[in-house]
């Protein structure tokens, strides 16, 4: 499973940029696809949206981004990529686990404890409002 929490933002060109702080726990979810991760806001009917201990994110994405990568990864040799789903919403961005080596983990694969303890940054960019 994977969980965002909000990590800040940044403008850059006309466009703001979300970053996200990715935390992985429990098992993997389907090879090929991957942890499916939520990016609408958390709240009491969606308890696996962003987190957002600060009460600083300000439920912009109100469509699934186009925009979206991997802005930092400290895994310890393992890496994520992101896979949009076929009919994308904000609630079903595939994070895909690569192991040293270049093989993706098996379905319901336990992460191992320097995947669970390691940090991957997720940047999100939006256009601004005109």
């Known amino acids: 499973m994977v969980q965002a929490t909000y990590a800040g933002e940044l403008d850059y ?3 703001k940029g979300i970053l996200l ?3 992985f726990t429990d098992d993997y979810g389907t090879n090929g696809v991957g942890d499916l991760l939520d990016l609408s806001p958390e ?3 969606d308890p696996n949206g962003i987190l957002d201990p600060k009460l600083a994110y300000n439920a912009i994405l109100t469509q699934p981004p186009t925009n979206v990568g991997v ?3 400290n895994l310890d ?4 990529q992101l896979t949009p789903n076929a009919n994308p919403t ?3 961005l595939g994070v895909r686990m690569f192991e040293p080596g270049g093989a993706e983990k098996t379905t319901n694969a336990a992460y191992t404890a320097p995947e669970l303890a390691g940090s991957a940054t997720l940047l999100v960019l939006i256009p601004a409002l005109q």
């Open 43 to 45: 709240g009491p009917n």
């Open 71 to 73: 802005f930092s990864q």
């Open 13 to 15: 060109n006309n466009t």
């Open 90 to 92: 904000l609630k079903n």
């Open 21 to 23: 702080q990715l935390a």
């Open 77 to 80: 040799g393992s890496q994520i």
